[in-house]
């Protein structure tokens, strides 16, 4: 069955530091994974996707096969990166829908 | 243009009493889903429309928790005899739809509480 995995509930981090959200998946198909954000009183909203191989404020994310992983890197993290991640994996079996991680909750303390 | 709106933002109902959550898509996105996050998990997704058919409902809880779509557009998902296990954040997110994986694009949110 398909199953995203986010092992850290929260995650602390100085800024200016290097900072890494894991994410895991299990899918027997062809995955498409997305990170998803949501800032304090805002919306959840899309952050980016793996096909797009594009970098978002300052943030990227590799798919990686054979570990089964897509986890979100920035390399030096600052105050308003502070928010809630969702990695999320889009199942295309009969439906459009995305499957969630439980989230992390990245805290950048100044 | 106007995102997705959700009404109403806050609900508290008492048990064994049926609400209806409504959300306004994206006008022209053709595909609309409804998640549920209750408190301190993800997001879990309950149903998901491309136009007005459901092709997908197997992420309904139970047979107390239903949906339709209109012309569309808005979206109303029904809840009966509410238990306090409904209680959770009910979102709705639209997308232009289709085959391709595009972009969903949330609502703020109708915060669910079962006294």
């Known amino acids: 069955a398909q199953r995203v995995t986010q092992p850290e509930k929260l995650l602390s981090v100085f800024k200016g530091a290097p900072v890494e959200l894991k994410c895991n998946y299990s899918?027997?198909?062809?995955?498409?994974l997305f990170w998803y954000v949501q800032y304090s009183r805002q919306r959840l909203q899309l952050l980016l996707r793996h096909i797009s191989r594009e970098s978002i404020k300052g943030f990227t994310a590799d798919l990686n096969k054979g570990e089964t992983s897509f986890h979100l890197k920035k390399p030096f993290a600052q105050e308003e990166d502070s928010a809630m991640y969702y990695c999320a994996l889009n199942w295309i079996q009969g439906a459009q829908k995305l499957v969630f991680g439980q989230g992390t909750r990245l805290t950048i303390n100044p | 243009g106007a995102g997705v709106s959700q009404s109403p933002s806050n609900k508290v109902t008492e048990k064994g009493k049926d609400v209806e959550l409504r959300c306004d898509p994206i006008s022209g996105h053709t595909a609309l889903y409804w998640y549920r996050q209750r408190l301190g998990q993800g997001l879990e997704f309950l149903i998901y429309f491309q136009g007005n058919s459901a092709p997908d409902k197997s992420g309904l809880p139970s047979d107390r928790f239903s949906a339709e779509r209109t012309g569309e557009s808005v979206s109303t998902l029904t809840i009966q005899r509410t238990q306090q296990e409904d209680s959770a954040v009910y979102l709705c997110a639209s997308s232009l739809g289709g085959t391709i994986a595009y972009e969903q694009y949330f609502g703020p949110g109708t915060r669910l509480t079962v006294t």
């Open positions: 899918y027997s198909g062809s995955p498409e």
